[in-house]
């Protein structure tokens, strides 16, 4: 399973950079790859959770919270993918206070499906682009609403 981490520093507080990310089902408002996102479960956004999202240009995935610390850390498991190449995937958030600002870092691993591995390091440099496009996404939205605060 191929695996690499993103880290960034966000001039946000580590509370506001959970509430963005904690806002589970509105992913698309502010992560310029999703084109549409919504929750697929009732209730709060715990363990568990889940929801689904498309991507741009062609994809789409469920995703289901697989551990929710307030604060601190949210993994979400790709779980199904839809015309993609990787057939599930990981995505480990990580934030933590640094300054008056908020270290993140996104340990990420996924596994290729069929294409996906016939693609090879194609996939790879996508999956990466992907997630750092949406690390950089995550850091303007904090510090956007950090600024107005």
């Given at each position: ?38 929750l ?26 697989d551990?929710?610390?307030?604060n ?13 190449p ?64």
């Amino acid at each position: 399973m191929p695996e690499f981490a993103i880290t960034r520093h966000i001039n946000a507080p580590v509370e506001t950079v959970w509430d963005v990310l904690h806002d589970f089902g509105n992913i698309h408002e502010w992560s310029s790859g999703v084109t549409a996102s919504n929750l697929t479960s009732d209730g709060p956004v715990i363990e568990g959770s889940t929801r689904h999202c498309d991507f741009a240009p062609f994809g789409g995935v469920n995703e289901r919270i697989d551990r929710h610390e307030p604060n601190q850390r949210l993994t979400v498991n790709l779980y199904e993918t839809f015309r993609l190449p990787v057939s599930g995937a990981i995505a480990d958030f990580n934030i933590t206070p640094e300054g008056t600002g908020t270290d993140l870092t996104i340990h990420y691993s996924y596994t290729p499906n069929a294409l996906g591995r016939l693609l090879k390091g194609t996939t790879d440099r996508q999956m990466r682009k992907g997630i750092g496009g949406m690390a950089k996404n995550l850091q303007q939205e904090s510090e956007r609403i950090a600024a107005t605060s």
